[in-house]
T-cell receptor, first 113, second 112 residues
């Protein structure tokens, strides 16, 4: 079956702008999680959605938000971009039948200038 | 708060050698542990998942063990190949949570 897809793959924005990233999970998976990866902080959890509800949230400012649609596709939004938001943003999906094994997409590389 | 540590941070071995990567976590109340591989600039590829009730999992040349009581896991790679060169990440899901806590990774280089 098809894997997790993320769009776009690359983005360049300037400080103060906002950005929306999209993630389509593996068919049948209802949980979608978002992570930020930077050289300095490694992989950090942003939030998790399950059946259109945010179930868990990491320690990020309110500029980072997300949502999930009825087809389990998810979007995350970052408003008022800062230079430090430059990172690889990874999306993962999981299903209960697989003991919550997380499957990751290829990521979106965001560069803030 | 769960903290995950991986040792060593980097490892360079000649082709054909067997090797062990280490992972430790501070809170033994975990739901499962997962090993991933990441190639430069790419996403994460799941290698092995060990449920909290299991002691080990095997896939091809890879074997992962879990000792929940001591907060440790190892990833054993047999007969390493240059194509195994990548960063290997260990991550746990704590009981009652749905997110992964990641280690900082081990960057492996297999020299032909």
């Amino acid at each position: 079956k098809a894997g997790v897809t993320q769009t776009p793959r690359y983005l360049i924005k300037t400080r103060g702008q906002q950005v929306t990233l999209s993630c389509s999970p593996i068919s049948g998976h209802r949980s979608v999680s978002w992570y930020q990866q930077t050289p300095g902080q490694g992989l950090q959890f942003l939030f998790e959605y399950f059946s259109e509800t945010q179930r868990n949230k990491g320690n990020f400012p309110g500029r980072f938000s997300g949502r999930q649609f009825s087809n389990s596709r998810s979007e995350m939004n970052v408003s008022t971009l800062e230079l430090g938001d430059s990172a690889l943003y990874l999306c993962a999906s999981s299903g209960l039948a697989e003991y919550n094994e997380q499957f990751f997409g290829p990521g979106t590389r965001l560069t803030v200038l | 708060k769960q903290e995950v540590t991986q040792i060593p941070a980097a490892l360079s071995v000649p082709e054909g050698e067997n090797l062990v990567l280490n992972c430790s976590f501070t809170d033994s109340a975990i739901y499962n542990l997962q090993w991933f591989r990441q190639d430069p600039g790419k996403g994460l590829t799941s290698l092995l998942l060990i449920q909290s009730s299991q002691r080990e999992q095997t896939s091809g040349r890879l074997n992962a063990s879990l000792d929940k009581s001591s907060g440790r896991s190892t990833l054993y790679i047999a007969a390493s190949q240059p194509g195994d060169s990548a960063t290997y990440l260990c991550a746990v899901i704590s009981t009652g949570a749905n997110n992964l806590f990641f280690g900082t990774g081990t960057r492996l280089t297999v020299i032909p």
